[in-house]
């Protein structure tokens, strides 16, 4: 069975800074997407950004990348330039590429923004 | 386009009683899942269809069961409430496989469900 760990259960970051949210997971498979979804107060899950197993080339998403090292099974987020509407609740999630689309979920990190 | 939408919005039951909760799935979305988020964890997977037929389904017992339409509409159904079931159950919806791509998964705003 697929496990997502998230181990930082609260991050903070100045605005305008960078910070970095960690994740680690463990799999059988070699082919596999990779997700970091953003939780807001308001409950609804955003998709931030999707990483490919197969593709070496981290993904950027404008302030979002990804830091995927495959062989460590570590895919960290970064967040540059950190604005207030980041503040939310962050979850890596794992997909197999093949068969059904479930999604396995870590328990997230609550990342704060500091004026 | 409307995006994934869910109803009720929140809800109070009984230990013991049945709730279905309903999901509109996005415009042209064939797929839909079913999480369950406990306060303070990640979502689980309850199951997930496609085209009307379950595709795979998590670690839940048959008390909770569901249903796609043929607009890919669903609903999601758990009999005999227990307090444990009390959570956030979001619904997903995507246009599924094309090939050997896989489309992401968006999410509706959730129903608040509490047993007490």
């Known amino acids: 069975a697929q496990t997502v760990t998230q181990s930082q259960p609260e991050m903070s970051v100045q605005e305008a800074e960078t910070v970095t949210l960690s994740c680690t997971y463990d799999?059988?498979?070699?082919?596999?997407?990779l997700f970091w979804y953003k939780q807001p107060p308001s409950r609804q899950m955003i998709l931030v950004i999707r990483?490919?197993?197969?593709?070496?080339q981290n993904a950027t998403e404008n302030r979002f990348s990804v830091n995927f090292q495959k062989a460590a099974k570590s895919f960290s987020l970064k967040i540059s330039d950190s604005q207030l509407g980041d503040a939310a609740m962050y979850f890596c999630a794992y997909r197999r590429r093949w068969g059904n689309e479930k999604l396995t979920f870590g328990t997230g990190t609550r990342l704060t923004i500091i004026p | 386009e409307t995006g994934v939408t869910q109803s009720p919005t929140h809800l109070i039951k009984t230990r013991g009683q049945q709730v279905t909760l309903r999901c509109s799935s996005q415009?042209?979305?064939?797929?839909v899942s079913w999480y369950q988020q406990a306060l303070g964890q990640g979502p689980q997977f309850i199951f997930q269809?496609?085209?009307?037929?379950?595709?795979g389904r998590g670690n839940f017992p048959p008390r909770f069961s569901g249903l796609q339409f043929p607009n890919y509409s669903s609903e999601l159904n758990v009999n005999a409430l227990e307090l444990d079931d009390s959570a956030l159950y979001l619904c997903?919806?995507?246009?599924?496989?094309?090939?050997?791509?896989?489309?992401?998964?968006?999410f509706g705003p959730g129903t608040r469900l509490t047993v007490t």
């Open positions: 415009s042209g979305h064939n797929t």
């Open positions: 799999t059988s498979e070699s082919d596999y997407y």
């Open positions: 997903a919806s995507s246009l599924g496989r094309q090939g050997s791509y896989s489309y992401e998964q968006y």
């Open positions: 269809y496609y085209r009307e037929e379950e595709n």
């Open positions: 990483q490919e197993a197969y593709k070496q």
